[in-house]
C-alpha cells in the first residue's frame, strides 16, 4: 500500500492506527474538522466528513488506495462517502461496534446465549431509513434513545455499504476496547480500577453474562490489515477471552492487591461491561483470516496498570492544584 486516507483518528487508537501506517512508510492524510492536529509526517485535510460539498471540494484530485473510517455513525454518512469516495479508493473500512448486536436496541436482532458470529446482524438484509433526522442528535432522540440511536445508526451505515458501496469494503466490528491509560476517554476500566481500588462496590447485574474486549492496539492492528485485504462485508474484532463483570472485577483486584466488592445493579445503574443478556462476540471469521487476535489475559493486567496509573496521577495533580490554590 502507497497511500491511506483515515478519517477520524485523532484520539485513542486512531491514533494508533495512524502511526502504524505512516512508520511503515505508507503515505497518510488525515482528515477531520481540524480539532485536532495531525502527527508529524500526515497531510491533513480539514473538512466535515458529512458535508458532501465541503469533503469533495477538501479532498480536490487526491485519490488512495484504501480508506479508515474511523467515525461512521449513520446511513447518511455512509451514503456521502459512497459518493466522494467513489473514484477515489478501490478499498473502503469502516470501524464499527458490537453495539450492533445488542438485542436491547432492536427487536429485529436476536437474542443469543453465546457468542455471536456476523451473520446475526446481516447489513445486506438491514432496512435503511434515510429520512431520519440523523444529522440532528436532538431531533433523532425523539426516535431512539442515545444507546439504541449508535447501535441503529452503525447498522444502518453498514447497509448502506452493503447496498450502495462502489468499492471493496469491510465493517470492522469492534469488541470494548481497553487500554491505554488517560488515553483511554471512556473511562470505563478506569470506573473499576478506581472504585476497586477505594474499596467501593462495583454494581452488576445479577448472574451477569460475559462480553468482549479488544486491546487498543490491537484493533488499529486489524483496521491496518483489513485496509490490505480483501475480506469483504462484516469482522468481529475481539481478543480471545470473554469476561463477566464480576470476573472482570476480580482480576482487576487481584492486580491491585485488594478485594472486589459488589452490589446488585438495579435500573440503569450498572457498572460498564455488566450486562444481563450475553454480550460476547465470536471472532472465527477474523482468525480464519489470518487477522493477528490476542488473549485478554495476556495484556489486561497491563491496562490495569495504565489504568491505575492515570488515577494516581489524576489525584496528585488535582491535590497540587488545591495547594496552589490556597497558597494565592
Same mark, same amino acid.
Given at each position: 500500500m502507497r497511500s491511506v486516507c483515515i478519517i477520524g483518528g485523532s484520539r485513542y487508537f486512531g491514533l494508533h492506527l495512524v502511526s502504524l501506517f505512516r512508520d511503515a512508510g505508507v503515505a497518510?492524510?488525515?482528515?477531520?474538522?481540524?480539532?485536532? /492536529?495531525?502527527?508529524?509526517g500526515v497531510d491533513h485535510v480539514r473538512a466535515d466528513r458529512s458535508d458532501e460539498a465541503a469533503l469533495t471540494a477538501a479532498l480536490r484530485g487526491r485519490t488512495f488506495d484504501a480508506v479508515v473510517d474511523q467515525v461512521l455513525y449513520?446511513?447518511?454518512? /455512509?451514503?456521502?462517502?459512497?459518493?466522494?469516495? /467513489?473514484?477515489?479508493?478501490?478499498?473502503?473500512?469502516?470501524t464499527s461496534t458490537m453495539e450492533v448486536y445488542d438485542p436491547a436496541t432492536s427487536p429485529l436482532v436476536p437474542a443469543s446465549d453465546g457468542p455471536v458470529t456476523e451473520g446475526f446482524v446481516d447489513p445486506a438484509a438491514w432496512s435503511v431509513d434515510l429520512d431520519l433526522p440523523w444529522h440532528d442528535p436532538q431531533a433523532l432522540a425523539?426516535?431512539?434513545?442515545?444507546?439504541?440511536?449508535?447501535?441503529?445508526?452503525?447498522?444502518? /451505515?453498514?447497509?448502506?455499504?452493503?447496498?450502495?458501496?462502489? +468499492?471493496?469494503?469491510a465493517s470492522v466490528r469492534s469488541a470494548h476496547?481497553?487500554?491505554?491509560?488517560?488515553?483511554? +476517554?471512556?473511562?470505563?476500566?478506569?470506573h473499576y480500577v478506581e472504585r476497586i481500588a477505594a474499596g467501593r462496590p462495583v454494581a452488576v447485574?445479577?448472574?451477569?453474562?460475559?462480553?468482549? +474486549?479488544?486491546?487498543?492496539?490491537?484493533?488499529a492492528t486489524v483496521l491496518a490489515r483489513a485496509a490490505v485485504t480483501d475480506a469483504d462485508g462484516p469482522l468481529n474484532a475481539c481478543s480471545h477471552g470473554a469476561l463477566d463483570a464480576a470476573r472482570l472485577s476480580g482480576l482487576i483486584a487481584e492486580r491491585l492487591g485488594t478485594t472486589a466488592r459488589f452490589r446488585t445493579a438495579e435500573g440503569g445503574d450498572a457498572s460498564p461491561f455488566s450486562f444481563d443478556r450475553s454480550y460476547a462476540m465470536d471472532n472465527g471469521r477474523a482468525?480464519?483470516?489470518? +487477522?493477528?487476535?490476542?488473549?485478554?489475559?495476556?495484556?489486561?493486567?497491563?491496562a490495569i496498570d495504565e489504568a491505575a496509573g492515570a488515577a494516581k496521577a489524576a489525584t496528585a495533580g488535582a491535590a497540587k492544584a488545591a495547594t496552589a490554590g490556597r497558597a494565592v
Amino acid at each position: 500500500m502507497r497511500s491511506v486516507c483515515i478519517i477520524g483518528g485523532s484520539r485513542y487508537f486512531g491514533l494508533h492506527l495512524v502511526s502504524l501506517f505512516r512508520d511503515a512508510g505508507v503515505a497518510v492524510t488525515l482528515v477531520n474538522r481540524g480539532s485536532a /492536529a495531525p502527527p508529524p509526517g500526515v497531510d491533513h485535510v480539514r473538512a466535515d466528513r458529512s458535508d458532501e460539498a465541503a469533503l469533495t471540494a477538501a479532498l480536490r484530485g487526491r485519490t488512495f488506495d484504501a480508506v479508515v473510517d474511523q467515525v461512521l455513525y449513520t446511513p447518511l454518512q /455512509a451514503a456521502v462517502a459512497c459518493r466522494v469516495f /467513489a473514484d477515489r479508493t478501490p478499498r473502503y473500512v469502516m470501524t464499527s461496534t458490537m453495539e450492533v448486536y445488542d438485542p436491547a436496541t432492536s427487536p429485529l436482532v436476536p437474542a443469543s446465549d453465546g457468542p455471536v458470529t456476523e451473520g446475526f446482524v446481516d447489513p445486506a438484509a438491514w432496512s435503511v431509513d434515510l429520512d431520519l433526522p440523523w444529522h440532528d442528535p436532538q431531533a433523532l432522540a425523539r426516535h431512539f434513545d442515545a444507546a439504541t440511536g449508535y447501535a441503529e445508526g452503525k447498522r444502518q /451505515a453498514e447497509a448502506v455499504l452493503a447496498r450502495s458501496a462502489p +468499492f471493496s469494503w469491510a465493517s470492522v466490528r469492534s469488541a470494548h476496547v481497553l487500554g491505554g491509560g488517560d488515553r483511554d +476517554f471512556t473511562g470505563r476500566l478506569a470506573h473499576y480500577v478506581e472504585r476497586i481500588a477505594a474499596g467501593r462496590p462495583v454494581a452488576v447485574h445479577r448472574g451477569a453474562r460475559p462480553t468482549s +474486549f479488544v486491546h487498543h492496539r490491537e484493533i488499529a492492528t486489524v483496521l491496518a490489515r483489513a485496509a490490505v485485504t480483501d475480506a469483504d462485508g462484516p469482522l468481529n474484532a475481539c481478543s480471545h477471552g470473554a469476561l463477566d463483570a464480576a470476573r472482570l472485577s476480580g482480576l482487576i483486584a487481584e492486580r491491585l492487591g485488594t478485594t472486589a466488592r459488589f452490589r446488585t445493579a438495579e435500573g440503569g445503574d450498572a457498572s460498564p461491561f455488566s450486562f444481563d443478556r450475553s454480550y460476547a462476540m465470536d471472532n472465527g471469521r477474523a482468525a480464519a483470516l489470518g +487477522f493477528p487476535l490476542s488473549r485478554t489475559a495476556d495484556w489486561l493486567p497491563a491496562a490495569i496498570d495504565e489504568a491505575a496509573g492515570a488515577a494516581k496521577a489524576a489525584t496528585a495533580g488535582a491535590a497540587k492544584a488545591a495547594t496552589a490554590g490556597r497558597a494565592v
